[in-house]
T-cell receptor, first 115, second 111 residues
């Protein structure tokens, strides 16, 4: 079955500390992987995506993620967290639009940032 | 280039009424996806449409829910005879190739 697991429902980090949000997936075909961020009451904003090539991808707002096929993981990282990063983060896996295109989302990780 | 637009942003309906949610994709995008987010949960796929065609409706409830994306105008998600369990945030996304861009969502409350 196709699924995405984000093991951490809620994480709290201090401002300036490093961050890693975990994401594991189960997908039968070549996975296309995404991280989105959702602020309260808002829609989802794309942080970064992985389709192929270099397994370390850079995104907006200083985020990066590393695709590890052997571990079926696509963890999101940031070296120094800012208070404005407090939000909910969703990992998603999907296919090309001509192969169905729908995204399967994890349950999300809520990030709180301590001053 | 305007992003994905959804309206209304908030919708309140009483049980048994109909809800119509609208989504205007980004300019040049011909693929539209609808997702539902229940409280404390991630997004769940509902339906994938291209102009005048439903491509995948595997996530749509069998009854009361329908979707369309006409040749002209926005995509519509229609929920007939709403029940309290339909209360959720409904998000639309559009794409032209491989990346989906999301709208701000419509938050439906059923009283």
């Amino acid at each position: 079955a196709q699924s995405v697991t984000q093991p951490d429902i809620h994480i709290t980090v201090s401002e300036g500390a490093s961050l890693e949000l975990r994401c594991n997936y189960s997908y039968g075909a070549t996975p296309y992987l995404f991280w989105y961020v959702q602020s309260p009451g808002q829609g989802l904003q794309l942080l970064l995506k992985y389709f192929s090539g270099d397994t370390l991808v850079q995104g907006i707002k200083g985020f990066e993620a590393e695709f590890k096929r052997s571990q079926s993981s696509f963890n999101l990282r940031k070296p120094s967290v800012h208070w404005s990063d407090a939000a909910e983060y969703f990992c998603a896996v999907g296919a090309l639009y001509n192969q169905g295109g729908k995204l399967i989302f994890g349950q999300g990780t809520e990030l709180s940032v301590k001053p | 280039n305007a992003g994905v637009m959804q309206n209304p942003r908030h919708l309140v309906r009483r049980r048994g009424q109909e809800a119509r949610l609208r989504c205007s994709p980004m300019k040049g995008h011909s693929h539209v996806y609808w997702y539902r987010q229940l409280p404390e949960e991630g997004l769940k796929f509902m339906v994938y449409l291209q102009k005048e065609n439903i491509i995948d409706e595997s996530g749509m409830p069998k009854e009361r829910f329908s979707a369309e994306f006409p040749k002209e105008g926005p995509s519509i998600l229609r929920i007939q005879q709403v029940v309290r369990g339909d209360s959720a945030a409904y998000f639309c996304a559009s794409s032209e190739a491989d990346t989906q861009y999301f709208g701000p969502g419509t938050r439906l409350t059923v009283l």
